[in-house]
């Protein structure tokens, strides 16, 4: 069993900057961030292999959104910049095994979600 604790969401103009933490409690291969807006299906919008540090990024968060490791805090980063509204979603933290099954939108153990609203 995997516990992920998220932090770091709240409200913000667009344009602006945001970072996202979440601390596992033990490692996984795969770890990586998805969204939900409302009236929406789930996406995979980033996530890195923790052995080699090989990142992922949807084509809609290419450069503007990183994904980074501290190996010494357990701890993943999703630094989101230049944000904009269709940003807005509550965003989960999510571990597996397998960095694939994460870019499909799924994953074995899942945070309690952080709220990012992006106002124009």
Known sequence: QVQLVE??????????????????????????WLRQAPGREREF?????WSTAFTYSADSVKGRFTISRD???N???????????E???VYYCAADPSVQRLRE????????????????
């Open 7 to 32: 932090s770091g969401g709240g409200s913000v103009q667009a344009g602006d900057s945001l970072r996202l933490s979440c601390a596992a409690s033990r490692r996984t291969i795969g770890m990586g």
């Open 45 to 49: 919008v980033a996530a890195i292999n």
């Open 71 to 73: 190996s010494a805090k």
């Open 75 to 85: 701890t993943v980063y999703l630094q989101m910049n230049s944000l904009k509204p």
């Open 87 to 89: 940003d807005t979603a």
């Open 105 to 120: 939108g799924r994953g074995a153990y899942w945070g309690q979600g952080t709220q990012v609203t992006v106002s124009s």
